[in-house]
């Protein structure tokens, strides 16, 4: 009797409408990540770009994208580009700092696309930086440090 496998946790396939871009996020609905909407990521150039397209719910009383709902973006796409790049996997990594630098208002119902590099990587950690765009508009910078996780040993006895 073999055992089943555990259902898989996160997302990142090819997205047939997007030719060129994965799909990226959590398969649970009630994650984080979701509340952001659908994202995608791609390479380009040593350039990871990652896409969503904000809604109402993202919006502050000014109908631009809520500082708030930005700075999870950034966030989460630290990590899709990490994945994209090879680096990591699904729950593989924490955030240990994020920085941004707030240039323009988002519009809602325009995609946002954040242009992630990786600066360097040690044994454990990832330097990243990028900036925000929608279109042609700069709508934020970043900076940010990403800790890969440490593999843990299984205890003796146990494969």
Same mark, same amino acid.
């Given at each position: 009797?073999?055992?089943?496998?555990?259902?898989?946790?996160? /997302?990142?396939?090819?997205?047939?409408?997007?030719?060129?871009?994965?799909?990226?996020?959590?398969?649970?609905?009630?994650?984080?990540?979701?509340?952001?909407?659908?994202?995608?990521?791609?390479?380009?150039?040593?350039?990871?770009?990652?896409?969503?397209?904000?809604?109402?719910?993202?919006?502050?009383?000014?109908?631009?994208?809520?500082?708030?709902?930005?700075?999870?973006?950034?966030?989460?796409?630290?990590?899709?580009?990490?994945?994209?790049?090879?680096?990591?996997?699904?729950?593989?990594?924490?955030? /240990?700092?994020?920085?941004?630098?707030?240039?323009?208002?988002?519009?809602?119902?325009?995609?946002?696309?954040?242009?992630?590099?990786?600066?360097?990587?040690?044994?454990?950690?990832?330097?990243?930086?990028?900036?925000?765009?929608?279109?042609?508009?700069?709508?934020?910078?970043?900076?940010?440090?990403?800790?890969?996780?440490?593999?843990?040993?299984?205890?003796?006895?146990?494969?």
């Amino acid at each position: 009797m073999t055992e089943a496998s555990p259902p898989a946790t996160f /997302l990142y396939e090819e997205d047939p409408d997007h030719p060129g871009w994965m799909r990226w996020g959590f398969t649970d609905p009630t994650r984080y990540n979701n509340f952001l909407g659908p994202m995608l990521v791609r390479v380009d150039g040593g350039v990871a770009l990652v896409r969503m397209t904000p809604e109402r719910r993202h919006s502050n009383l000014r109908d631009n994208v809520h500082g708030g709902a930005l700075l999870g973006f950034i966030d989460v796409a630290l990590f899709a580009a990490a994945r994209a790049f090879g680096l990591i996997t699904a729950g593989s990594a924490v955030t /240990l700092d994020l920085s941004a630098q707030f240039i323009g208002g988002g519009r809602i119902g325009a995609p946002l696309e954040a242009r992630v590099e990786l600066l360097k990587e040690t044994g454990r950690l990832l330097f990243m930086r990028g900036l925000v765009v929608q279109g042609e508009e700069k709508v934020s910078s970043f900076s940010g440090t990403i800790r890969k996780s440490m593999k843990v040993a299984a205890p003796q006895g146990e494969a």
